[in-house]
């Protein structure tokens, strides 16, 4: 079972968050701050991260940059997850090192379609 680690401040959107994954069939960790997120991927073999953009003490593309520097850490894949409709703040995250973004509020459809692009679980037509 792949893991997956949800990074949002708000825990009514973890919770939503983990509602789908699980269903899709991840093991699921969850961080409220890019801070948190990091011990979390320092300790957990982490697959893949659903990662929010704003968020108090440290935010997600500080912890995108972090991650992405850190060369000691296996490198999952990372989701941006912004509800800004705004290209060059995306732009920013992909360079930074996020290999999606979904927009806010998503759904579990949309959540199992990038996972499927990024390659971390199958498509079931592939
Ligand atoms: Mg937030």
């Known amino acids: 079972m792949k893991t997956i680690l949800l990074v949002d401040d708000s825990r009514a959107v973890r ?3 983990r509602r789908m994954v699980s269903s899709i069939g991840f093991s699921v960790l969850e961080a409220e701050n890019g801070e948190e997120a990091l011990k979390m991927v320092r300790e957990h073999d982490v697959d893949v991260i659903l990662l929010d953009w704003n968020m108090p003490i440290m935010d997600g593309l500080e912890f995108l940059k972090a991650l992405r520097a850190a060369e000691d850490l296996e490198q999952p894949t990372v989701v941006m997850c912004t509800t800004e ?22 759904t579990e459809e949309i959540v199992r379609g990038k996972l499927e692009e990024t390659g971390v679980i199958e498509s079931p037509d592939a």
């Not at 992909?94 to 806010?104: N, P, R, V, W």
């Open 85 to 106: 409709n705004d290209m060059s703040r995306i732009m920013q995250a992909m360079q930074s090192g996020a290999d999606e973004y979904i927009m806010k509020p998503f």
């Open 15 to 17: 919770l939503a968050g």
